[in-house]
């Protein structure tokens, strides 16, 4: 080895610079410093650059002790430069160092965080014009293996942060190219290094993210699922931090960053997402709608996407936003195809599993046809069929509350416009007689028959409950109306009697039919008349049910002639429940009047010839013995037919003898069913012999 062969460098100091011992690499630096200070103050700069080579190409040396004296005698040549002259010669001092924190002695790397760090504090921001390559080596070795070479990539990058918060002109882009191109790391410490990159340039108040807030919020919010806790907190400090800056600012978010904001934030609300990252996209998602208000009307459908799942979890912010956006398009109007949208994710949820859920979307589908109904409509013909199939819901408060939508809709003013009444296949008396009702109304009656007849233990279970409401809601004598209207086409008779039974017992005990009760025994105009006759029609079908009509109105000479004709009946089971149900009503307080009427000697002959009947027909039960003390008392009844307060007895303004004729015609349709079944039933039994001799 010549001192030629190195330069200005000589072979002794090159000797002692790449010995094994660090104390006499140490020592040798200090000689590389003076040199290079002498060469500088002398203006030697030619020998000065062959210098820094020389040690540029121990760096890069094959030999692990070349490397070390190379990177010591690097540092300590920029030690001599100093602050003033070292600039000018920074890519000769750091570009040779970069390299070496890829080396796979873990000692070289180390060195390499040491002298890369001595470089930089003596050249300042000067080293920023290698940034890049160097905030890559940082991410690499503030991952590495070895304890101490992540203690001084630790020190180095702290430095390096302090040098870009010491020059205001630093490009901020660079740094947030580099940070979107690594935010999907799933290491810790790297998401900790560019958390921490994060949060102490956020603190500079001449640097704001805002414009790339949109880049990292996903790459963010994946962090959230972190396991060690520390990184958790550092990723909601600097998301919280990116929000204030947010809000302070608004406008500094384009519309097209709000939009991809909107989206990363509805992806993070999945049931499957970290509850921390679930709860903090409903947050940020909140101050949006709050800062942009209307502006977000656009991604309405895609907000409800991130919402309705998270409705019923309180601990969330979910609801908050859902009252927040309904405010919203109460104020405003939505373009149809934003409602288009809309009303696509709506009718997908409603089918979910969650009871708040489904609430929540008829609540909004119930807010759209109040705000907006004319636009709703054009919809209808995908929206009334869910609403139906949702009556079979087994919550009761979304089975009262789709009840309230389909009533309203029942009601809407543009309903009408929107259905073909001709399509109903409805002849023109049957036109005539539904001629002032909702179209709507009418669709809405023959899909529910139709639900009912498919799906009879909806009939039984919550029937009752559905008319009941349906009754509240809209006008009784149109739902009866229409409902007999339709039945009187039914060609299966079971399920007619089934519907009778029901519609029958919320005639005679619902609250909510109180005055429909009234119109029927007044029979005062025209409407109520071809009512009460739709009804006679329809009841035929079940002879209790018809007498118990006949009874309400006061129609008791033909309640007399209907019971008499009851042994033409064949009494099962079902008739002798009727029966008992109708006695129980005769004692009860709706049918009061009734009872009173025994006291007239115009009315007790009809009354006693009904009960009596009643009474034979009884097996001798409970209800039996009910009946029979009050035929007993009727003999000890005073007449009231002197008092002024006596009833009078009303002209007939219905005309009977069809209808009898038609009650007849249903009892003799139902003797031949009954002959019918049985002949079926004993067919079937010699069948089956046959089949058991073969």
């Known amino acids: 080895m010549s001192d030629g062969q190195y330069g200005p460098i000589s072979a002794g100091i090159i000797r002692s610079i790449t ?309 919203l398009v109460g104020e405003a109007k939505l373009e149809q195809d934003i409602l288009d949208k809309t009303i696509e994710v709506l009718l997908k949820y409603i089918k979910y599993d969650v009871v708040e859920t489904r609430v929540t979307v008829l609540n909004w589908i119930r807010h759209l046809h109040s705000s907006m109904p004319g636009q709703l409509f054009v919809h209808m013909h995908q929206i009334f069929p869910v609403l139906l199939n949702t009556l079979s819901d087994t919550s009761d408060e979304v089975l009262l509350l789709d009840l309230f939508l389909i009533s309203n809709i029942c009601q809407s003013e543009s309903a009408p416009d929107q259905v073909d009444v001709s399509t109903f296949g409805l002849n023109e008396t049957e036109l005539k007689q539904v001629s002032h009702i909702s179209p709507f109304l009418i669709k809405f009656v023959l899909s529910l028959l139709e639900m009912f007849r498919t799906e009879p233990t909806l009939l039984r279970e919550r029937g009752v409950l559905i008319i009941r409401q349906l009754c509240l809601l809209l006008e009784p004598a149109h739902i009866y109306r229409v409902i007999c209207v339709l039945l009187e086409r039914e060609s299966k008779h079971n399920f007619a009697q089934e519907m009778v039974s029901t519609l029958h017992g919320v005639l005679l005990t619902a609250t909510e039919l109180f005055i429909l009760r009234d119109e029927l025994r007044a029979l005062s105009n025209e409407s109520s008349r071809s009512l009460f006759e739709c009804i006679f029609r329809v009841w035929s079908n079940r002879p209790i049910a018809l007498l118990g009509l006949c009874l309400l109105s006061q129609h008791y000479q033909q309640a007399a002639d209907i019971a008499l004709l009851l042994s033409q009946v064949d009494i099962t089971v079902d008739v002798l429940l009727e029966i008992d149900k109708l006695v129980n009503l005769v004692e009860s307080p709706v049918l009061a009047y009734v009872r009173m009427d025994l006291l007239s000697s115009i009315h007790r002959p009809p009354l006693c010839t009904v009960l009596s009947a009643l009474l034979m027909l009884l097996p001798q039960s409970e209800a039996f013995v009910t009946l029979h003390k009050r035929l007993q008392a009727v003999p000890a009844l005073v007449s009231i037919d002197n008092s002024p307060y006596a009833p009078k007895v009303p002209p007939c303004r219905i005309d009977f003898p069809p209808l009898m004729l038609h009650f007849k015609a249903a009892l003799a349709r139902r003797q031949t069913e009954v002959r019918s079944r049985h002949r079926d039933l004993l067919s079937g039994v010699v069948t089956q012999m046959k089949n058991v001799k073969i």
């Open 19 to 327: 010995d094994k011992s660090y104390e006499r690499r140490k020592a040798a630096a200090l000689d590389v410093e003076k040199l290079v200070r002498d060469l500088f103050n002398n203006n030697q700069l030619s020998q000065l650059d062959k210098c820094l080579s020389v040690l540029g190409e121990l760096i890069n040396s094959g030999n692990s002790n070349q490397r070390k004296g190379g990177l010591i005698g690097m540092a300590a040549a920029s030690i001599a430069l100093g602050n003033k002259n070292a600039p000018p010669y920074t890519a000769k001092l750091v570009e040779p160092i970069i390299p070496c924190f890829h080396d796979a002695d873990l000692q070289i790397r180390y060195y390499a965080c040491e002298s890369l760090y001595n470089i930089a504090k003596i050249c300042k921001t000067s080293v920023l014009a290698h940034f890049e390559d160097i905030f890559d080596v940082l991410w690499r070795v503030t991952a590495d293996s070895d304890q101490n070479v992540r203690g001084g990539a630790e020190l180095l990058n702290r430095l390096i942060t302090e040098i870009v918060l010491s020059e205001q002109e630093f490009d901020i882009a660079i740094l947030m190219s580099l940070i979107r191109d690594r935010i999907y790391t799933q290491t810790s410490s790297n998401r900790r290094f560019i958390l921490e990159w994060l949060n102490t340039i956020d603190s500079a108040p001449f640097f704001s993210f805002c414009n790339y807030i949109s880049e990292i919020s996903d790459g963010l919010f994946k962090m959230l699922g972190e396991q060690a806790p520390a990184v958790r907190d550092l990723c909601e400090t600097v998301l919280g931090n990116f929000l204030t800056a947010i809000r302070s600012k608004p406008e500094s978010l384009s519309l097209e960053d709000r939009i991809q904001m909107i989206n990363v934030l509805v992806v993070h609300t999945h049931e499957n997402e970290p509850f921390l990252a679930r709860k903090l996209s409903l947050i940020w998602l909140e101050e949006f709608v709050k800062l942009y208000k209307t502006d977000l009307l656009v991604m309405l459908s895609t907000c409800l996407v991130g919402i309705l799942p998270s409705i019923v979890e309180t601990e969330l912010k979910a609801d908050a936003v859902n009252r927040l956006l309904m405010a």
